[in-house]
């Protein structure tokens, strides 16, 4: 168990406890997070759940692919070193927390 | 107020969800045939039935439906729909009231007609999936009918967990209705290279337990599986005198024939644009797009305000072995390609002109090309082969420059 805070376009916080092997796209969608869709299933294509990691507690989470990169990449000229897509993150064992900001790069 | 979406599969999902975003009031019925809490359907051929112990991912926690308030009625087969009356009879005779429809009854898949042709498996639903796994796993030589999406999935799936795999493609090409012509020969190539054998031009004849008979020569199989497409699920929509023409006919709006029911998601047969017509997508990202857009409208129309037109950047992505495959926007048969290939990295770009003007991407392990083919789509410029060659192919350098 984790508990992830997300941190809205408004700057409002949510607060939500997460299971060992949930993604940070999935949890948002599951409880109704505004800003992150998810429209691909997590298949790393669609930017839809962009966040940046503010901070992490605990466990480190896994670095980005080269085709997260490559998504990422596109929108920014000079990437965010904490921008993530959620879909990627998935909670491990030893995580205790994360802060996630998100940022809705693009909705096609 | 009361909407009710008929079809729980990622269009009537993704309308619940947006119209509860819209609209913390208004009563949300969502009504499905299945047992199952609604799924995601891409991975069923992407995932599910190569694992020894498929699982499958829900769109949704069975939590989020109670906490938003969204009435999701599953096993509820429905008799009919009463246009008249604004409501809709279910077979358990139960009656439910809208004000507004919204029908996301999806497609059915296409059945082999010929001898034997019930011994084909395909490949749907969760059930589906599920059994099919099961076959796979004790079939030594697999037989795939049909070179589509699905088929050429589902060969190189069970290629991948060593199966001796056939696969059957009755036109001259595989993806031969989806893709550049350069593009399909590629992914053919890859295929034939891991040992798929690939026939074209093969039109099965009959099926039984041992072989298939083509019009070419009789395969050996121990297992069959059919993916030679789907049709829309127009019955509901028939019955309730709406305009049905390959899908359900509806306007730029999503509205059909009666301003009071939309048609979303695969069943869909929506105005696309001058050059290619009408159009119905049976996608992911058309189940998305069309469900935000009839959200707003069913909220617009309560309101008296101007409804938003459907103006889709149509994409989709097959995964075939270590293969990504993604295509952006709808090219047609007058479309001249325009190839960027890196064999070192075993990239492939393919770019689509219509009177010199760029309507669709295809990629081959590429999601940068591929998200920057959507950024070109969406930025409302011509582009044109000029605009491509004087990046020298960067598209990435055109995107930027464009901004």
């Not at chain 1, 805070?5 to 949890?27: F, P, R, T």
């Not at chain 1, 070193?81 to 809705?104: D, F, H, K, M, Y």
């Not at chain 2, 009231?97 to 919204?102: K, V």
């Not at chain 2, 041992?210 to 829309?232: M, Q, R």
Request: glycine share 8%; aromatic share 4%.
């Amino acid at each position: 168990m984790a508990l992830v805070k997300y941190i809205l376009e408004d700057n409002s916080e949510v607060c939500i406890e997460a299971n060992i092997g949930q993604n940070l796209m999935q949890l948002a969608v599951d409880n109704g997070v505004e800003g992150i869709e998810g429209a691909c299933g997590g298949s790393c294509m669609c930017a839809t759940c962009h966040v940046q990691i503010e901070s992490i507690n605990g466990a480190q989470i896994e670095d980005r692919s080269e085709m997260e990169v490559e998504i990422l990449e596109i929108e920014f000229d000079e990437l965010a070193p904490n921008s993530r897509l959620g879909c990627q993150i998935v909670i491990s064992e030893g995580i205790e927390s994360i802060t996630a900001r998100i940022v809705s790069i693009n909705n096609f | 107020m009361s909407v009710v979406i008929i079809g729980a599969g990622h269009a009537g999902v993704a309308a619940a969800t947006a119209l509860r975003k819209l609209d913390k009031d208004i009563n949300i019925t969502l009504i499905s045939e299945e047992k199952n809490l609604p799924y995601h359907r891409p991975p069923l051929s992407k995932k599910t039935v190569y694992s020894e112990k498929p699982s499958c991912d829900l769109l949704l926690s069975e939590d989020y439906y109670i906490k938003n308030n969204i009435k999701l009625t599953r096993n509820s087969p429905i008799e009919d729909i009463d246009p008249e009356n604004n409501c809709i009879n279910l077979a358990s005779k139960e009656l439910i009231h809208y004000e507004q429809l919204i029908i996301a009854t999806g497609v059915e898949r296409c059945k082999l007609k010929m001898n034997g042709g019930e011994l084909a498996k395909t490949l749907y639903s969760m059930e589906d999936a599920y059994s099919l796994s099961k076959s796979i796993s004790t079939a030594k030589r697999i037989t795939v009918i049909g070179g589509g999406f699905i088929g050429c999935e589902i060969a190189s799936g069970s290629r991948k967990l060593g199966k001796e795999v056939t696969l059957l493609e009755a036109g001259p090409s595989i993806l031969g209705r989806s893709v550049a012509p350069i593009f399909a020969q590629k992914v053919a190539k890859y295929h034939k290279s891991q040992g798929i054998n690939i026939l074209t031009n093969c039109k099965a004849l009959s099926i039984d337990n041992k072989e298939v008979k083509t019009n070419l020569k009789i395969i050996s199989t121990d297992l069959t599986i059919a993916g030679i497409g789907v049709t829309p699920n127009v019955r509901l929509a028939t019955q309730a005198n709406l305009d049905v023409d390959n899908g359900v006919v509806v306007n730029k709006y999503l509205q059909t024939n009666n301003e009071n029911i939309f048609a979303i998601g695969d069943i869909s047969n929506f105005p696309f644009n001058s050059e290619t017509g009408r159009l119905r997508l049976e996608s992911i990202q058309n189940a998305n797009d069309q469900a935000k857009t009839v959200a707003k409208n069913v909220i617009a129309i309560r309101l008296n305000k101007q409804l938003l037109k459907y103006s889709p950047i149509p994409w989709f992505w097959s995964d075939q072995g270590d293969l990504k495959l993604q295509m952006v926007g709808i090219g047609n048969l007058n479309a001249k390609h325009h190839v960027l290939e890196n064999q070192k990295k075993g990239t492939l770009t393919v770019l689509h002109f219509v009177n010199d003007q760029l309507v669709a991407v295809d990629t081959m392990n590429h999601g940068l090309n591929h998200i920057c083919g959507r950024k070109l789509l969406s930025s409302n410029q011509r582009i044109s082969i000029e605009n491509i060659n004087k990046f020298e192919g960067n598209l990435k350098s055109l995107v930027n420059h464009l901004h």
